[in-house]
């Protein structure tokens, strides 16, 4: 079975509770990425909640990014990092991590960024938001046009984000995209669980 959810964080993680449905959620073999993004936290605590995590997503076979942080990733040995067009560069990050781990790149709807992101040497780029998201607030509107595009043009891995969810997803993965990005329909959907939430992917 091909694993093509690439599934980020909720925006605060709190407590044991977290942890539990996390490794529940991966242990349903349907997730490739964990992205872990945790904005307004300091380092020493990112570093904490890393660590617990990182026992997780080993266990479970699954490639640990962080977000914005390549020096916390490089300390907790998570897989690679992923960056936006606001953090730190590609080139810095790559320093940080060395040639072998894995940086992924935000390029809302722009070829001229994904083109950016290959030529320097990214390992996957995200393109988005798709629908209406309630992790962020969407500045930029991507279609599948775009997917399209860069699976004739770029030739690499490719992850949609933005209001995915178990009803238009399916369209995406026909467009083009190579990994459907989740979060707030996993971690906060009001009618069922997290693992309720990530097994509607079929």
Known sequence: MKKYIYLISPKKIRGVKFYKELNNVLKTKKVKYFQLRLKKISNFNLLKISKKIKKIVKKNNVKFLI????????IV?????????KDINYIKARKILGKNKIIGITCHNSKKLALKAKNAGANYVAF??????STKKAAYKANSEILRWAKKKINMPVIAIGGINSSNYKKILLDGADFIACSNFIWNNKKVSPVGAIKKFK
């Open 67 to 74: 977000n914005d942080k390549p020096v916390i990733a490089k």
């Open 77 to 85: 040995g998570a897989d690679g990092c992923h960056i936006g067009q």
């Open 128 to 133: 988005g938001s798709f629908f209406k998201s």
